[in-house]
């Protein structure tokens, strides 16, 4: 997306390791990191804690255990992605 003069055109992993240190310093290795943290509480906290809380209430509704590992999989996946989806849209904008 950017133009052909601010392109970074890495030949591969390897490369983009090599050059970046080089080029931006030691630090450029991490400039991603703190958004893709952020993103990832958002979606763990999110998940772990609906999964569980989900399943508790689907198992005291039907006493299934098996439906309530599928449905409680389900809605904590459908959440989490919900959840951290602006998370994700800032980071690949940064």
Sequence with gaps: MLDASQRRNYTSFFDACKRIPVEEGVKG???????????????????FASYEEIKERVFAMTGSTSFSWYSASFCAGGLAAFTSLPFDNAKTKL
Excluded at 29 to 47: E, F, H, K, Q
């Design 29 to 47: 290795l991490w400039s991603g990191a703190v958004p893709t943290m952020t993103r990832a509480m958002a979606l763990n906290g999110t998940l």
